[in-house]
């Protein structure tokens, strides 16, 4: 597969997860700034953008003004807001049409023509039904690149770059609550921001304390925005793109040492003392994120630049030209 089709199938995995996340976390606070007075706008706005990475601006922000920041902006710097990412997503497809099908390509095209007229709309009666919009098309195109797509490298690409997106994502919520006591109702909100309240309730039997929230997005093995449900599965897709044996000492490519290390720090941890190291073990888990992103690039999608050689007479020149 071409680098530059790799590159682009790991980016659409990544944004289109990211428009995802970015949607429930959005609707599950402006729900909780509409219903608590109690909660201070400005305050808790900052906190969310310092939970998604976007940089706060100098006014006073509100509901309102929130939404403009996190699901409107235009500015692509990173795809940090949903139409950022949804853009960014669309670009990409497009410059993969040759290893995307057709469907994948009408999702995200669809998606991307119907932002304008849902975001008018959204402004008129609220952000809800925008937010809901996004959801469905993102769970959409989930459905569509498992039905459509073979299960050769280019699936593992976007697999790849969804489930490190998920784990980053994942990881920026529970960021966002180191230091709140054990029985604060942010936990709720966290667990409702991942799409993970009903299921953490069957599993734990409707008991919700913070240790246990904890252990679950971090641990649980079998809920799929688990940090370790998606660390598996980013190993499992690169161990699938390496197609080599395993070798006798160690990992074959730096990506696949800094996932296999992430994930077995978390397989053999004792539960108990995750809240005691907590912000530690997130700030790693993301740094881990970022070095994985920078490996996989250097490994896949980086083009080594050609080199010519001429006779200059005193011995021979090599000349590098960018690929």
Request: aromatic residues 8%.
């Amino acid at each position: 597969m071409l680098a530059r089709n790799a590159e682009a199938l790991y980016w659409i995995g990544r944004y289109v997860e990211r428009a995802d996340d970015t949607a429930r976390i959005l609707d599950v606070a402006l729900h909780q700034l509409l219903e608590d007075s109690s909660v201070d706008p400005d305050q808790a706005s900052r906190v969310l953008l310092r939970v998604l990475g976007i940089e706060a601006p100098k006014q006073e922000l509100n509901v309102w003004s929130l939404t403009d920041v996190v699901a409107y902006s235009t500015d692509n710097r990173g795809g940090s807001s949903i139409v950022a990412a949804i853009t960014a997503a669309r670009e990409n497809a497009k410059s993969a049409r040759e290893v995307t099908s057709s469907e994948i390509w009408e999702c995200l095209n669809t998606t991307y023509n119907a932002l304008g007229e849902r975001q008018r709309s959204a402004k008129r009666l609220g952000p809800h039904g925008f937010l809901s919009f996004i959801e469905s098309r993102a769970a959409m195109f989930a459905g569509l690149a498992d039905s459509t797509l073979s299960r050769d490298d280019g699936y593992r690409f976007m697999l790849l770059g969804r489930a490190i997106e998920r784990v980053d994502m994942t990881v920026r919520l529970l960021l966002s609550r180191v230091g709140d006591s054990a029985s604060s109702p942010a936990w709720v909100t966290l667990l409702r921001s991942a799409g993970a309240h009903d299921t953490y309730l069957r599993t734990y039997r409707g008991v919700l304390d913070a240790s246990r929230v904890v252990e679950f997005m971090l641990l649980d093995r079998l809920f799929p925005r688990s940090v370790y449900y998606s660390l598996r599965l980013a190993e499992d897709n690169l161990d699938e793109l390496v197609h080599s044996p395993q070798s006798r000492i160690g990992a074959t490519a730096e990506a696949q040492r800094l996932l296999g290390r992430a994930r077995s720090e978390l397989e053999f941890v004792q539960p108990g003392v995750l809240l005691e190291s907590l912000e530690s073990r997130l700030a790693g888990l993301q740094k881990t994120c970022s070095d994985v992103g920078e490996a996989l690039a250097l490994q896949y999608f980086h083009v080594t630049p050609w080199v010519a050689w001429s006779d200059a007479g005193a011995g021979l020149v090599s000349r590098q030209g960018d690929a």
